[in-house]
Each structure stands twice: as structure tokens, then as C-alpha cells.
């Protein structure tokens, strides 16, 4: 747990570091902010709710995350830091770990970031303050997803473009899962059961569960299996490609 | 103890390393000397774990770099080559962030810390970010955190690659200094180096250990070794000097290897100084200098890495 703190620290302050994390955040609010008010239509609606808000979340992550997430492995590879991170007393499930933590944590900071908007709601009307915690609470899973996603791909190359387009694709079909596009891909020849396994898989419909104010603990686990599976799947790239 | 038994690493149809054993005691600097592409760096990397060999194994200090992969990693102290760092660290902060990774702490983590910031002389960069830093300092700052643990052994992949002789010289005694008690093993293709810090050499080519010798036992494979070379004064027929050299029972060849200059070759096992001494006082030969010459270990190195005799790309 020490040796996980230990990379968490370093991979966040090189996050600011760089000007990544803030032309990050900065985006993300923006972007946020524009949806809700003018795609959303946050005010036209009358509602006292953050509905057309954490709406177009999914959408914004599709784009934003694997920009975050691109570094966290291939930047390692292409300078060599790589070698000298494998080659020092952490298993390669702490260093994964860490590094996760410390880009989720930049996510969710520039989610953490967007409390105006609550304020505002919440000056505006009497909203429903749980749903929108609620709300809250599964965008930040769905950001870690999109994040485990991107650690396994960005391990996988060392070339940042890739990493970022791979991320992207893939997660566009874990969001699209269960809807025409995607399930178009298997229905037809593949068996019900995996169909419907497929369609499980769906962010979209997890995320829209969760931010309707409807805890389901079947969603959490949903979240919480699918970054830890992404994880593992991350110490296992590495550790066949560790040298390439 | 380092021990490296029957190590092969193999990259497709490639075989990298071949067949690789040997074993380092305490105190021992092994020069591990190669062509590029020899299987230094592979033979490195599997060392310190960060490639899983073939087949074969590695113990450092008793612990298996495979099967107890984490304490053996405790026991190097490592230099990759090329001395890869994080690029948007300041100096600092990236040898505070190996302390913590090594597990220092308190006063023993200020005390190594300044060890090694003054012994390297880091003191005037620390707030600099890495990425801005001269070659010269960057492998500074790579020895920096491998030596950072006081580590018993230390594998550092090229040391002085790219550096000027001034640092060179700076960091060769380094190594004489932290040498003592510990196992170090360093990849160099500069040979000089072989002689200015190692106390044995191994010798790669193809990823096949062709030579396992200390520096003098190496240089002793030279035809050089044992050879003299005469410079002469005043008016003389080299031809003739090489034929009357030729009869001595000591030397097996004699070439004329400048205008006014013969040197003349040892046959194995003997030291033909004193006979060519009394030969040329005999025959009355004006010597302008009479010079022993010592083993060339460039020579050595070409003929084991080529497989051709020695001598034979000398022209």
C-alpha cells in the first residue's frame, strides 16, 4: 500500500507538471458547462434537476479520457522510465494501481470541480440532493472505467496517438454496447446468452441507472469489476511486453 | 554473490543470449565487454528482472530474480541504459522519489540522500527539471539513484557512454570508490575502461561468452605481450636486424614497424628483453630506445569478437 501512495504522489505531480492536467480540467468544465447550458437546455427545461448535465458526461469522457489515460504507459515506454520503474521493489500491480489512482484522481478532481452548477440548481429550485450525489457518484465510476480502458491500451504501445485512438474506440463500443450499432456486431450469429452479455456491458445504461438517483448495487459492481478486470489486464500486457 | 547459470534469452529466431553462466564474488568489478548487439544490455535487463530469461537463472544474493523477483530487486542498484528518467522531475524530487520507493526514511534518507548529491555533485541542479540537464548530469542522476540504497550490487548498463574524459575520469573513480565489498558489473565497448576500473573481464560476441579473464591474463593473449620494439640510431639495414632477431630463441617474429624501428614478437611464455639486450650490445646496434611493449587488449577484444587471428586485421 506504501509503494502504491508512493507512485500515486509521483504520477500526480507529474500530471501538474505538465500543463496536461489543467488544460484538462479546464476543457472538461468548459465543455460541461457548454452542454448542460445550450445542448441541454439547463434553464428552458424549468426542472430542478442536473439531467442535461451529467447527460453528455459519457460523450465528454469518450474524448477526454484517453487523452488522460494515453500517457500513463506509453510515455513510460518511449523514454525507457519504464525500466527503471520495473526494476525497482514494486510489483507491477502497485505501480498500475498508483498510476490508475493518480489519473483517476485528476478525473475527479475536474469533476469535483463542476459544484457551481449544483449551487446554482440548488439556488434555482429544490433539486433532489441524493439523486444528484448519486449522479455524481456514477459519473466518477464511469470516468475510472474509461480510465482502466486507456491504462490496458496505453500499455500496450508506445506511441501515445495510438494508445489514445484504441482507448476511444473501444470505449465508444463499451458505451454503445446494447444499443443497434454494437449489438448489430453479434446478433445474427452469436449465441443469445452472449448477446445478452454484450448488451450487459453497456456504460450507457449502467451510467443513466446510477444518475437517475437509483443505486443499484449491481451497477457498482458492474464499474467495479470492469476497472478491476481492465487493471488486470493492464499487469498483464505489461508483463508480456515489458522489454518491447 | 551474483550467480548467472546457463542464461538464454531468445527474441523470435533470434537468440540473444546464448548459454550464458558465470558468478561474481564481493569486491569484484566484472567488465562485461562486447560488440553492439553483443547481449550486454539483454543479459543485463534479465539480471535485474526486468526481461524473463528463456531459460537459465539469476541469484542475487540468494534470491531468485524470477521466483522472488522483489527481494533481489532490493539488492541492485540498477543504471538502464541510455539512463532513463522521468523527464518532468526536478532532480530532486526524482531522487526523493527513489528514496521512497527504496524504503528510506528519516535521518537515513537525509544522510543518503546528501551522500549522493555530493558525491556526484548534483547540488547545483537539484531544482532543475531533468529533462533540461546535459547528458553528463542525466547519467549523473541515473548512478545517483542506483547508488541511492547502497546497494551490494550495482549493474550499470554503459556508465560512461557519451560522456566527456573529464567525466569519464569522474565517474571510473566513483566506481573504484564504492567498489569495495560490493559486486558491480559494468557493459562498456571502450576498452580503456576495462583497464582503468575492472578486476576481471567477460567477453560477449553473438550472445556467446567467449572470454572470462582478468584484464592482465587478457592482455597477456596479445602478441604484443612480451614484445619489444628497438629504435635505432645511425645508419642500418633493418633487414638485417630482423634476421639477426629472428635467431634468437625467444622470438617468433620480427616486423619492421616504423622507418627506423623493429619490434620484435615473444614466443609464448618467455620475456626476450634481456636476450635482445645482449644481442644488440654484441652486434653494436646504437639504440635510440629499447621499449617492452604490453598486451593490446583492442586487439584481444577484435581477434575474440571476430574469431580471426591475432594480428591478422592489424595491417
Known sequence: MRNVAIIFRRELASYFATPLALVFIVIFLVLAGAFAFYLGGFYERSQADLAPFFNFHPWLYLFLIPALAMRLWAEERKSGSIELLMTLPVTPWQAVLGKFLAAWCVAGLALALTFPIWITVNYLGEPDNGAILAAYLGSVLMAGGFLAIGSCLSAATRNQVVAFILTAVVCFAFLLAGFPLVQSLVTGWAPQALVDAVASLSFLTHFSAISKGVIDLRDLVFFASLIAAWLAATVIVLDMKKAD | ?315
Open chain 2, 1 to 315: 554473490m551474483l550467480e548467472i547459470s546457463r542464461l538464454t534469452r531468445r527474441f523470435g529466431a533470434l537468440t540473444a543470449v546464448d548459454d550464458i553462466s558465470f558468478s561474481v564474488a564481493p569486491g569484484e568489478v566484472l567488465g562485461f565487454l562486447g560488440p553492439n548487439g553483443a547481449g550486454k544490455s539483454t543479459t543485463m535487463k534479465m539480471i535485474t528482472g526486468f526481461l524473463a530469461p528463456t531459460s537459465g537463472s539469476v541469484r542475487v544474493c540468494g534470491h531468485d530474480v524470477e521466483t522472488d523477483g522483489l527481494a533481489a530487486r532490493r539488492c541492485i542498484g540498477y543504471l538502464p541504459e541510455g539512463a532513463p528518467g522521468y523527464a518532468e522531475m526536478t532532480v530532486r524530487t526524482f531522487l526523493e522519489f527513489i528514496a521512497d520507493v527504496r524504503g528510506l526514511a528519516g535521518t537515513e534518507r537525509r544522510t543518503r540522500l546528501d551522500d549522493v548529491i555530493a558525491r556526484l555533485g548534483l547540488g547545483g541542479v537539484l531544482p532543475q527539471v531533468i529533462e533540461t540537464l546535459s547528458k553528463g548530469f542525466r547519467r549523473r542522476v541515473g548512478l545517483a539513484q542506483a547508488i541511492l540504497h547502497d546497494p551490494p550490487v550495482l549493474i550499470l548498463d554503459e556508465p560512461t557512454d557519451g560522456l566527456d574524459p573529464n567525466q569519464k575520469h569522474e565517474v571510473r573513480r566513483l566506481i573504484r570508490d564504492v567498489s569495495k565489498d560490493k559486486i558491480i558489473v559494468i557493459s562498456t565497448h571502450i576498452l580503456e575502461e576495462v583497464d582503468a576500473v575492472c578486476t576481471r573481464a567477460i567477453i560477449v560476441a553473438g550472445g556467446r561468452l567467449l572470454a572470462d579473464d582478468t584484464p592482465r591474463g587478457l592482455e597477456a593473449r596479445s602478441r604484443w605481450h612480451g614484445a619489444v620494439t628497438l629504435s635505432l640510431d645511425g645508419p642500418v639495414v633493418l633487414d638485417t636486424v630482423r634476421a639477426r632477431l629472428l635467431g634468437l630463441a625467444e622470438v617468433a617474429a620480427a616486423e619492421t614497424t616504423g622507418p627506423k624501428s623493429v619490434t620484435a614478437f615473444a614466443r609464448a611464455g618467455t620475456a626476450p628483453l634481456p636476450a635482445i639486450g645482449a644481442l644488440a650490445a654484441r652486434e653494436g646496434w646504437k639504440l635510440a630506445e629499447l621499449r617492452p611493449e604490453s598486451g593490446r587488449l583492442d586487439e584481444v577484444f577484435r581477434s575474440i569478437t571476430t574469431g580471426r587471428p591475432m594480428g591478422a586485421s592489424d595491417a
